[in-house]
């Protein structure tokens, strides 16, 4: 839960204060890391300086009471900073450089010729309280033949303070390095998504009546440029989407105007006649505008359905010959066209009732455009799947106009046009139903001098 709640804050302070955030980390870590290495590294090189030069100082203390004894040492020349001493076999302490310390510096008791070393020797001198660190160097010698230590003492405290000094100095800088940093990430994250600014702006003025506009391109060809495309071309899809909407509603308008017109004219002549003459000559009138309205209306529905989300098909074996016998029969019936049809045994895993529809819209339409004679033909295909071919023998369908017929209310040449009964939406449904079935559907020209609808269905699935 803590994880996922500082995930959240992290992801709501918005990218350009997630960049300063990490330019600011990036550079104080490595830095504060940095400077600890530093620090040990000086601490290390100090110390190295330090025992080579008390070395060199209990080397030359060493070397002249080996050669002149303890009485000559107090003409010894000590080095600023150092405390020497000279010690007997017996401990006590024969010369100090300072008659303050009596007591040895060291417990250290070298053979003559050897030395050694003890570092960080805690040593408080007379009435201070205050705790001292020292380099201690002990170096045995012989002088008369009696054995003596020469221990030569130097404080660490200089050593410390400085490596404590810089190292204050460097932290005490990182506060500005990291505010130096911060300024620059936030000044180049602002500069870097200063398109990115400028797009939201240009966008939020967008209305669905300003849908031409479009997002300005950076000049660099990087991400931004990329999202900036794509935007456009999701404008574009908008104002394509946005425009047909318009044409649809438009048309749709239109159509629904026509029948209600008729339905509206025939009531206002039977109510202004009360002979039952008139009622019985205006009702095929009416019934026929009410038919062609309730079409109408089912095909919107059934459009707006498949705009919403596609079509709910109920997918089951079908036998597509049955369906087409049945469209067949239905035709010869209520056409005034030959029919004739070569239909194949054929069986498909498909929605009957919708894939009924689309044999039901592509007979209707042949049936309106014929001048004489519908085919339908259905069969298998060689591997798997189904083809539907209905044709007239019409004034067939211009190459140019083959894909736009299968958009809403388009309207055609006058030898094809809704006149003639059609709601103009029966083929752009059939493509919606195909297409939702993973087939194709197109336009052709048939050898009968109309057009040639062809529809192929897949196979299992």
Request: overall charge negative; proline content about 4%.
């Amino acid at each position: 839960m803590p994880r996922t709640r500082i995930v959240g804050r992290w992801t709501r302070l918005g990218i350009r204060k997630q960049l300063t955030t990490v330019a600011v980390l990036l550079v104080a870590l490595p830095l504060c890391i940095g400077i600890l290495l530093l620090a040990n590294l000086l601490t290390s090189s100090l110390s190295n300086a330090q025992v080579t030069q008390a070395r060199e100082v209990a080397h030359r203390t060493a070397a002249y009471a080996g050669e002149r004894g303890p009485a000559a040492m107090t003409s010894f020349q000590l080095d600023d900073g150092y405390r020497a001493q000279l010690v007997d076999s017996s401990g006590a302490v024969v010369w100090t450089s300072n008659s303050h310390y009596t007591s040895p510096l060291s417990e250290m008791r070298p053979q003559p010729g050897d030395a050694e070393q003890e570092g960080a020797v805690r040593w408080w001198g007379p009435g201070d309280r205050n705790e001292h660190r020292d380099l201690v160097v002990a170096q045995g010698i012989t002088h008369a033949g009696d054995p003596y230590v020469a221990i030569v003492a130097t404080s660490q405290e200089d050593q410390q303070s400085a490596v404590t000094v810089t190292t204050g100095l460097l932290l005490a800088c990182v506060p500005l390095v990291m505010l130096a940093a911060g300024l620059t990430a936030w000044w180049v994250g602002g500069r870097a998504l200063d398109p990115v600014d400028e797009m939201n702006a240009r966008v939020s003025r967008i209305t669905s009546s300003t849908l031409d506009e479009r997002v300005p391109l950076p000049e660099a060809p990087d991400e931004l440029r990329s999202l900036a495309i794509t935007m456009n071309q999701m404008l574009q899809r908008l104002q394509a989407a946005h425009e047909s909407q318009r044409r649809f509603i438009s048309d749709a308008s239109h159509e629904l105007r026509s029948p209600m017109a008729s339905l509206s004219g025939a009531l206002e002549i039977a109510a202004s006649d009360d002979r039952i003459e008139t009622w019985r000559e205006l009702s095929p009138l009416m019934q026929t505008e009410a038919s062609r309205l309730s079409e109408l209306v089912q095909d919107l529905l059934a459009l707006s359905r498949s705009d919403d989300g596609g079509l709910e098909l109920t997918i089951t074996e079908t036998d597509l010959d049955d369906l087409a016998a049945q469209e067949v029969a239905r035709l010869r019936r209520t056409a005034t066209v030959e029919v004739t049809s070569k239909i194949t045994a054929t069986r498909i895993e498909a929605d009957p009732t919708q894939i009924g529809q689309v044999l039901r819209n592509l007979c209707d339409n042949a049936a309106r455009h014929a001048r004489s004679r519908v085919h339908v033909d259905v069969r298998p295909l060689e591997h798997a799947g189904a083809m539907i071919r209905v044709e007239d023998d019409g004034n067939g369908i211009a190459t140019a106009d083959r894909e736009r017929v299968f958009e809403r209310f388009v309207r055609l040449e006058e030898s094809r046009s809704r006149d003639q009964g059609g709601s103009g939406l029966g083929l752009a449904i059939v493509h919606q139903i195909v297409t939702a079935h993973g087939g194709t559907i197109r336009v052709d020209g048939s050898e009968m001098g109309g057009a040639r609808f062809v529809v192929t269905l897949p196979g299992p699935r």
